[in-house]
């Protein structure tokens, strides 16, 4: 007994169902038929059919597609509820197409892309600042979210534990400013004024910049990281679930304990720096010990010191801001961390390279 019987008649195709159509595979030279014949529509009668499987389901999936792309009409007659859900369900979204796509853009359009990129970049990048901003202000009229636990932890790393790498680095640098300034003095018989350069020069800008650079390198890497790390673990948005603000959690304990610190040791990395050129002062250049630190302290100002520390200032929240978006903002694979962290480094440096310029530039103007 057949299960499946059809006719064509005045251009229509007729398919009856009857009996049990269970575990039946798909009729192939049925179809190839209907695809030769010619007619108008295809009208199907279940009236007769007892049970089904999936496999009848197949069929008229088939026939509704071949009937929606020959441009047929499709009519049907007793299907069971559960074939015309399942039906309707198949047959709700088109199946997706292959489309050609053109690999090869022109030059302007990859140079607009790229503008966009980085106008989005520079937007979201600002909003992350501005509201981080916003935040730390705020904590100082209401308290904050984040737990002091996390703000001791960040400030031991900011502080005491960066104070080795500081020291070295500063007295380095210092030293390597009055060999330089040496060479070019001893010409004018005036190395003598190697402390004031020294002094000068450490207090009012390169102690800063020494610290922000080695801050952004180890704290910045370090801020980027660890956030990288809980977005791949998905800890973050398990926080933002909760209702947790992450500026405020995240965020927040970071940046004020960076923005401590860092003033802090940039009056440490001064002391060493001075510490550095009086080493080759007194030891190379055959200073001597008192008039060094009578040069020193002749040279020594309270408005480079707190131009030195602004700049201190500045760069804490740069390294802090710069370390916790590229954080928050990784990716969720391992690789997109290391990314991160490359560039919360670059970010952080070029940044307090240009606020460099700009605060020098300001205080220039306003005679400072």
């Known amino acids: 007994m057949k299960v499946m019987e059809y006719q064509i008649q005045d251009s229509v195709l007729r398919i009856a169902f009857e009996g ?14 209907i695809k030769s014949a010619e007619f108008q529509k295809i009208y199907v009668d279940a009236t007769h059919l007892k049970s089904w499987d999936s496999s009848l389901l197949i069929v008229l999936f088939e026939l509704s597609r071949f009937c929606s792309r020959s441009h047929i009409l499709f009519e049907s007659k007793d299907l069971p509820k559960g074939v015309e859900k399942l039906l309707k369900l198949a047959t709700a979204v088109e199946p997706v197409q292959n489309v050609s ?6 030059f302007l359009d990859h140079l607009g892309g790229w503008g966009i990129n980085i106008y989005r970049s520079f937007l979201r990048g600002f909003h992350f600042a501005l509201k981080n901003l916003k935040v730390y202000f705020s904590s100082f009229f209401q308290k904050p979210l984040m737990r002091h636990v996390d703000f001791l ?7 005491p534990s960066a104070l080795p790498i500081v020291s070295l680095i500063s007295f380095m640098v210092g030293l390597i400013l009055a060999f330089v300034g040496a060479i070019q003095l001893q010409t004018f ?11 000068i020069g450490m ?6 910049i020494m610290v922000g650079i080695i801050m952004a390198g180890r704290t910045g890497a370090s801020f980027a990281a660890s956030l990288g790390t809980m977005q791949v673990n998905e800890e973050i948005d398990a926080l933002k679930t909760m209702g947790v603000d992450i500026n405020e959690f995240l965020v927040l304990p970071k940046m004020t304990a960076i923005v401590i610190a860092m003033p802090l040791l940039t009056m440490w990395a001064d002391f060493a720096g001075i510490l550095g050129g009086a080493f080759v002062g007194i030891l190379a250049l055959d200073i001597p010990t008192s008039e060094f630190l009578r040069f020193t302290i002749n040279a020594w100002s309270l408005k480079h010191f707190t131009v030195g520390l602004f700049h201190g200032l500045t760069f804490g929240f740069i390294i802090a801001l710069c370390g916790c978006y590229f954080g928050v903002h990784c990716g969720k694979d391992a690789d997109s961390v290391g990314h991160s ?6 970010y952080s440096i070029v940044w307090m390279i240009v606020a460099t310029g700009v605060i020098t530039f300001v205080l220039q103007r306003i005679g400072i």
Do not use: W
Request: net charge negative; glycine share 8%.
């Open 203 to 208: 207090t009012r800008i390169m102690g800063a």
């Open 341 to 346: 962290t490359t560039q919360a480094v670059v």
């Open 101 to 106: 796509q053109n690999l090869h853009e022109g």
């Open 153 to 159: 932890f960040a400030l031991q790393e900011c502080g």
């Open 189 to 199: 018989g005036a190395q003598i004024y190697v402390a004031s350069l020294v002094t």
């Open 20 to 33: 049990d159509y269970i575990k039946k595979n798909l009729p192939e030279d049925f179809f190839n038929l």
